[in-house]
């Protein structure tokens, strides 16, 4: 199994270093049970296993996973520097815990599609309010659901100066992804790969290797060793 499909347990483990003990369990029960308690919909792709987007930015198994641990760390980071150079109190345990949930409904909206990942045609809640209702039918604390809120829509700085870290976050990782995502896909097409196998080989590399790689021009030498494996870089994707 790849690198990618196991990093579910990180996300848990970065949950708990919350110190805010009724942030830290809403989290962690939400991590892993995740599961809409409010809507009569079931997901058909597993959280660990979904992609960030279908199309952009960490289109690949595992890429929410991934996407959201840098988010979380790069929250954590952000809130660090701003706080140190601005002198603002940013509160680090919210920013973390929004971090983590602000996507977590986003493997809701997936279906598997020829070998990789679309929008279901049922889906009927975009993720954002999706979680925002999930939190509040679970009795989260109100200031986690404004900050998750307001990490995906307008919300007056001076409201929750949280929300804005985490939304920076996700912007950052977004873009720096999916630059990375590009170059490394079209060199892996030009070397001879199959366009739907891409994602299978980010998932199973990882997108940081494989960009390293490329950069020193030894992107080949990783390919020739995944040939004949289940991952083989020639194969067509599975149908599903």
């Known amino acids: 199994m ?3 499909l196991n990093r579910l347990p990180i996300l848990e483990k970065v949950a708990e270093s919350i110190g805010d003990e009724e942030l830290r369990r ?5 991590l892993r049970e995740p599961r809409l308690g409010f809507a ?3 997901p058909r792709v597993r959280l660990e296993e979904a992609p960030a987007s279908p199309r952009t930015h960490h289109s690949f198994p595992g890429g929410l996973v991934l996407h959201t641990l840098a988010v979380a760390e790069l929250s954590r980071a952000v809130a660090d520097v701003l706080s140190r150079v601005y002198g603002i109190e940013i509160d680090r345990d919210l920013v973390v815990a929004a971090a983590l949930l602000h996507d977590i409904f986003k493997f809701y909206q997936y279906e598997r599609s020829g070998g990789g990942f679309r ?3 049922d889906s009927f809640i975009e993720h954002g309010y999706a979680v925002v209702a999930e ?3 679970r009795g989260c604390p109100w ?3 404004e900050t998750v809120a307001g990490a995906h829509a307008r919300m ?4 929750r100066v949280e929300a804005l870290v ?10 720096f992804a999916e630059k990375l995502q590009e170059v490394v896909t079209d060199e892996l097409v030009q070397l001879g790969v199959e366009p739907g196998a891409v994602p299978r080989i980010i998932s199973a590399v990882g997108l940081g290797r494989l960009f390293e790689a490329l950069c020193r021009g030894e992107l080949g030498r990783i390919l020739s060793r995944l040939k004949g494996q289940a991952i083989d870089p020639s194969s067509q994707p599975p149908k599903g």
Request: contains cysteine; glycine residues 0%; proline residues 3%.
């Open 156 to 159: 007056p700085v001076t409201r």
């Open 135 to 137: 939190l509040v039918q």
């Open 143 to 145: 200031r986690l659901v």
């Open 40 to 42: 009569d919909m079931e």
């Open 166 to 175: 985490v939304h920076l976050a996700d912007l950052v990782d977004a873009v």
């Open 2 to 4: 790849s690198t990618l």
């Open 26 to 30: 809403c989290v962690t029960d939400l």
């Open 119 to 121: 929008v279901r045609r």
